[in-house]
């Protein structure tokens, strides 16, 4: 049997949120929904850009991930100096459903020692979604 081609095509999609100091200051170790993913999608890339360092006495760390895995595409980054962490793509299918959160991308901020009085990250998610078709091309 042979490969049935698949002309349809789709662009990459981004979802671009920033976070700040106040999102997460007494959240340190608690996962929080930062994007919302629609059903059947999969991560390809994106980063975590911070732009301003965090500034806890000790650490400052993020991890990227979803409801069923809290460190799926980042696991404790720091966030304690500007820099850019790129997200590893797992080939994980978002759930199929749009009544639940469970394929929202989650941050989880963990910080030790003083609470920081600065920071600010931007989350890129870079993404398609299966069965999605914008043209086609033969």
């Given amino acids: 049997m042979a490969i049935t081609k698949d002309i349809n095509r789709q662009e990459i999609l981004s ?6 100091v106040a999102d ?9 929904a930062a994007v919302s993913m629609p059903p ?5 890339g994106g980063a975590i850009v911070t732009r301003t360092a965090f500034n806890s006495v000790t650490s400052d ?7 069923g895995l809290a460190t799926r595409y980042l696991s404790e980054s720091s966030v304690a100096v500007a820099g850019t962490a790129a997200l590893v793509p797992t080939g994980y299918l978002t759930p ?3 009544s ?6 989650f941050v989880t901020w963990t910080g030790v020692g003083t609470a920081p009085s600065t920071g600010q990250v ?6 398609v979604q299966v069965g999605r078709s ?4 033969d």
């Fill in 15 to 20: 979802a671009l949120v920033t976070i700040n």
């Fill in 24 to 32: 997460v200051l007494g959240k340190s170790g608690v996962a929080q």
């Fill in 40 to 44: 059947n999608c999969i991560v390809i």
């Fill in 61 to 67: 760390v993020l991890s990227v991930g979803d409801a």
């Fill in 96 to 98: 199929g459903t749009t």
């Fill in 100 to 105: 639940s959160a469970s394929g929202d991308i």
């Fill in 122 to 127: 931007q989350l890129r998610v870079d993404y």
């Fill in 134 to 137: 914008e043209y086609s091309q």
